[in-house]
């Protein structure tokens, strides 16, 4: 079934084998950047968001959602190789979370 953005319909959240009663969500950030108080409500943030979308509150229950920390061996943002520490620089710097590049 193709799941149509940024709705999910019926049937498009689902495991690997296709069984829509439970549901695993995964989230990457830089290494550091979440210390336990800030992973706890990331984690029920991300666990409520799956069920609205499922339209199924009891969801909740059956999700599982995983924190992981990517070392700093640099990454893409944007089409651009950054590093933890330049991410956590730009972060400082701008006021919001980081957007589209504009421009070419």
Do not use: F
């Not at 706890?40 to 509150?57: E, K, Y």
């Amino acid at each position: 079934m193709a799941c149509p953005a940024p709705r999910a319909a019926p049937g498009c959240l689902a495991n690997t084998d296709g069984d829509s009663t439970r549901v695993r969500v995964q989230v990457l950030t830089n290494a550091g950047a979440l210390d336990r108080d800030k992973q706890l409500p990331v984690v029920s943030q991300l666990t409520a968001i799956v069920a609205a979308a499922a339209g199924d509150p009891s969801l909740a229950g059956r999700t599982r959602a995983l924190s992981t920390e990517a070392p700093d061996v640099g990454c893409g943002l944007a089409g651009h190789a950054t590093t933890n520490a330049e991410l956590a620089q730009g972060r400082r710097r701008d006021s919001g979370p980081p957007g589209p590049r504009t421009g070419n």
